[in-house]
Every structure is written in structure tokens, then in C-alpha cells.
């Protein structure tokens, strides 16, 4: 665990929402979900101090995009400093209750994948729901969203429909990886 990871921890236990940082067991099974054999545009919510970003980064094609939403002001500083010299990935220190407007600024009709681990059981359900709508409403018929859970509680989410889901014992604690389309009922 890095010293910026656990000062923000600390600052704000509930928006870090973990207490230790992503095992490289699960930021390779959430990668491995995102079919790079062509340029693709990802957007990551929340990605802290960019374990998964890194991964993501890895894998990309030269020609993808790889958009960083987050929050917390010292973790965005953070990531703008990690990632200055790859031209693929964009920063931007914001609101995911803001995801449609800040991809449409960004040239960004409709994203290929959405990778989040912002741990939405514990969030205040209105927030939640916004959140979750958000998300859905920056999505389109062939997006997917990626995300990492202890519950599986958004599988059943009215917004999406469930794809696939596999358990990755080996981080702490264990979660769930979830990729979920946009519901086919808001679709239409």
C-alpha cells in the first residue's frame, strides 16, 4: 500500500472505499475483460492510485483512449504525473454523477467499456442510483461496464443486465467482477 493510498484512506475511508488497493490478481482478471484487438475507447471511474489504470495501459492498442475520471483531487494530481508521457490516457479530476457531459467535452460519443470498483453497496442509495444512472446513460447498445464488487447485488440492477461474473478470491477482501450491458428494457 502506497502512503498517498492510505492518507486518503484516511481522509476519506468511504469515497476510497477499500482498505488496501487492488491485488495484481484482480487488476489482470478485470483487464482481460477488454477485447483489445482493435483501438477502443475505456473510461475508468475512481481509479485511485491507478492499479488498474496501469494494466488497462498495458494492453492497450497505440490508437485506444483510456479516460481517468476521479474525484479526489490528490489522486487525480497523482495519476496526471503517472500518466503525463502516454498521450492515450486522459485525467480529468471530476463528478462520475457527470459521466454523459464529461465525455461528450472530451469528443466522446459512447464508450467502449467502463471500469469501476467505486463500491456502490456502501454508497447512500440515492446517490447510488444516480450514479448508476449515469453510468447507463453514458452507455450505449455495445458498451460494457466492468466492475468489481463484494456483492453481486448490481447484477440484478434494473439498469443492466448481467454477462458475466467471476469471483476473484485472491485480493482483499474477495470480489466479484461483473460485466454488464445496458439493460435491454432501457434500450428501447
Do not use: W
Not at 448508476?132 to 455495445?142: C, E, F, H, Q, T
Not at 461496464?145 to 448481467?162: A, M, N, P, R, V
Amino acid at each position: 500500500m502506497s502512503l498517498l493510498f492510505f492518507k486518503r484512506l484516511l481522509a476519506n475511508p468511504i469515497q476510497v472505499g477499500y482498505l488496501v488497493p487492488s491485488s495484481p490478481f484482480l487488476t489482470r482478471k478485470t483487464a482481460k475483460r477488454i477485447d483489445f484487438s482493435k483501438p477502443r475507447v475505456v473510461v475508468e471511474l475512481g481509479p485511485g492510485e491507478g492499479c488498474h489504470t496501469r494494466q488497462i495501459a498495458r494492453r492497450m492498442d497505440p490508437a485506444s483512449r483510456l479516460i481517468l475520471i476521479e474525484l479526489d483531487g490528490l489522486f487525480a494530481e497523482h495519476l496526471e504525473r503517472q500518466f503525463h508521457q502516454d498521450k492515450r490516457v486522459t485525467v480529468v479530476h471530476g463528478d462520475a454523477l457527470h459521466l454523459p457531459e464529461t465525455l461528450e467535452n472530451l469528443g466522446c460519443a459512447v464508450p467502449d467499456y467502463i471500469v469501476s470498483g467505486i463500491p456502490f453497496t456502501i454508497m447512500e442509495r440515492q446517490l447510488r442510483e444516480q450514479l448508476l444512472a449515469s453510468i447507463a446513460r453514458a452507455m450505449g447498445p455495445d458498451s460494457v461496464f466492468i466492475t468489481y464488487q463484494f456483492s453481486l447485488q448490481l447484477s440484478e440492477h434494473e439498469l443492466f443486465d448481467l454477462k458475466r461474473s467471476e469471483h476473484c478470491l485472491f485480493n482483499v477482501p474477495p470480489l466479484n467482477v461483473l460485466e454488464l450491458t445496458k439493460s435491454l428494457a432501457v434500450l428501447q
